[in-house]
């Protein structure tokens, strides 16, 4: 039997590769997106070109009831669910003394409070154990002038992996995180600064996909953890 995994912010970018990898691995995918309707469906194709049976749901995780909704809706379409990963989150600066309480409540309702939630409906539709993995970010340990409210949401999820899986380890369900570095270039960022950044670094989106993969597949006695991919190297934390 096929396994069933939702991916949300799966439509584009990281959360694609991701996607695309879990469907190489033999899994069937739901996609999540927000605004991203066109690459959704180029994404869906992908996924039905490599076998998987594909869906992507639209959903909008500023909203607390989205969550449930769009968990629900994945596993009525894959019939189950077996792997969930928290990939949506927002990324823009937040200087102190101009975000508005409606950005840093935004930032702090995607990034954190959707895993949350989105792990606790699929909890209740992992009759016999899962995988649940949440994308972090390497750099919320040394955040940067302006980039306060993310580096807090990042810091979160860690914190956020480490209690569920200790919660839920008895019930067969594994969480774990993967916390890439700089591994795409923002759409905004001047490709000199970002090779500045990189400083020559091979694939690491590729990279990030495998870790996935990995945790979504691995024994639910691995849990807990934090495996931050910077670059082409893999180190837990």
């Not at 033999?26 to 996924?47: C, K, N, P």
């Not at 993995?133 to 955040?143: K, Q, T």
């Not at 993969?213 to 082409?232: A, N, P, R």
Request: charge should be positive; hydrophobic fraction near 50%.
């Amino acid at each position: 039997m096929r396994r069933r995994a939702l991916v949300t912010g799966g439509a584009v970018r990281v959360g694609r590769a991701i996607a695309l990898a879990l469907a190489e691995a033999g899994m069937d995918v739901a996609i999540a997106y927000h605004a991203s309707a066109r690459q959704a469906a180029a994404t869906v194709r992908e996924l039905k070109a490599r076998g998987a049976h594909a869906v992507a749901i639209r959903a909008d995780l500023r909203q607390a009831r989205a969550a449930h909704t769009l968990v629900e809706r994945a596993a009525r379409a894959l019939g189950g669910l077996d792997v969930l990963v928290n990939n949506a989150a927002l990324f823009y600066r937040t200087p102190l003394a101009t975000t508005t309480p409606a950005q840093y409540e935004a930032m702090l309702a995607v990034n954190v409070r959707a895993v949350f939630l989105c792990a606790q409906a699929a909890v209740a539709r992992m009759e016999r154990g899962g995988h649940i993995v949440n994308i972090g970010d390497a750099g919320a340990g040394r955040p940067e002038p302006g980039w306060v409210a993310y580096a807090l949401s990042k810091a979160a999820v860690a914190a956020l992996t480490r209690g569920l899986g200790a919660e839920l380890q008895p019930r067969g369900i594994a969480v774990n995180c993967v916390a890439p570095g700089p591994v795409l270039k923002p759409e905004r960022l001047p490709a000199a600064r970002w090779a500045a950044i990189r400083k020559g670094g091979g694939d690491g989106v590729t990279a990030v996909a495998a870790a996935v993969v990995s945790f979504s597949t691995c024994s639910t006695d691995i849990t807990g953890q934090v495996l931050m991919v910077e670059e082409e190297t893999a180190v837990r934390r």
